[in-house]
């Protein structure tokens, strides 16, 4: 399809010398803005062996202060359809800390969809019944709730068969979208918020939970799937306070929709990271 000849086409172009990955981080904007800094996450990730893929996405329209998950069996995809995981769900709803998301909130919202040929064409080489997705809507949560998630998270992170996929942009500029920071000691805005972006990007590749909420605190970077990332921020505390383990966050690449130059302007960033874990 030539979806799938446009995905293959960013991939070929980026380097794989962060394989395999364990998680990854990457926009879920429209294609032709994102797709090439996307390519730079899904290139780290190696097909061999992987049977879940949890996507984690923040809620665009719906309002939630807890996590829910998909009620749908399969997702479509341009490429092929992708199984959705029941059995996970069932245990994940079993912990009383999901709820299930209406079909209609499902298919509105594109901050998991906007992934899903993606992964369909990073996991092409596999059988599409050999692998299954477990899509999670994140919602507005708290800083506790994110650690309580991502003690739930903790043991599926370690589990080397699973991937798990964060999808957010980065800082959102603009009248439009209600934030015009602007640090003057740069000459341009598109700089000043490049500069503001690496802030919060240095500190998810220190795996700073704290931090990150504290840097989200002080300037209200509208980064939309904060939640999500802070949920993976604190899965990963989890899994280093239970266990020894080699780990290292690194982001591959930046980019913005326009450079802004005047207050009239807007724009949005991407990035894309990712995430290795080798347990001990």
Not at 64 to 91: G, K, M, R, W
Not at 210 to 217: A, C
Not at 221 to 234: F, K, M, Q, S
Request: with cysteine; hydrophobic share 35%; aromatic share 12%.
């Amino acid at each position: 399809s030539e979806l799938s000849k446009q995905l293959k086409g960013w991939l070929s172009k980026v380097a794989n010398g962060n394989a395999p990955a364990k998680a990854i981080i990457a926009p879920h904007a429209g294609y032709a803005y994102c797709g090439a800094c996307a390519a730079h996450a899904y290139k780290q990730i190696d097909p061999t062996g992987i049977k879940r893929i949890f996507v984690l996405g923040p809620s665009h329209h719906y309002y939630l202060t807890s996590c829910a998950i998909s009620v749908a069996t399969q997702c479509n995809t341009p490429l092929y359809p992708l199984q959705v995981d029941t059995e996970i769900n069932n245990e994940l709803l079993k912990t009383g800390k999901f709820e299930k998301m209406s079909r209609s909130v499902d298919e509105d919202e594109h901050s998991i969809e906007m992934h899903l040929p993606y992964i369909a064409q990073v996991m092409s080489s596999r059988s599409p019944n050999s692998f299954t997705i477990i899509p999670i809507l994140v919602g507005a949560l708290g800083f506790k709730d994110e650690q309580m998630y991502g003690e739930i998270f903790s043991r599926y992170l370690v589990d080397p068969e699973n991937l798990f996929v964060i999808s957010s942009d980065f800082c959102h500029w603009g009248k439009r979208f209600r934030y015009t920071y602007y640090e003057k000691s740069f000459k341009h805005i598109f700089s000043s918020i490049e500069a503001l972006d690496r802030k919060g990007m240095d500190l998810i590749e220190q795996l700073d939970s704290t931090g990150f909420q504290e840097y989200l605190n002080k300037y209200q970077n509208t980064i939309c799937g904060r939640h999500p990332i802070g949920v993976l921020l604190h899965t990963i505390d989890a899994v280093r306070r239970k266990q020894a383990s080699n780990m290292k966050m690194k982001f591959l690449n930046y980019a913005q929709s326009s450079q802004c130059l005047s207050a009239n302007d807007s724009s949005v960033s991407y990035a894309a990271a990712v995430f290795n874990l080798s347990v001990s």
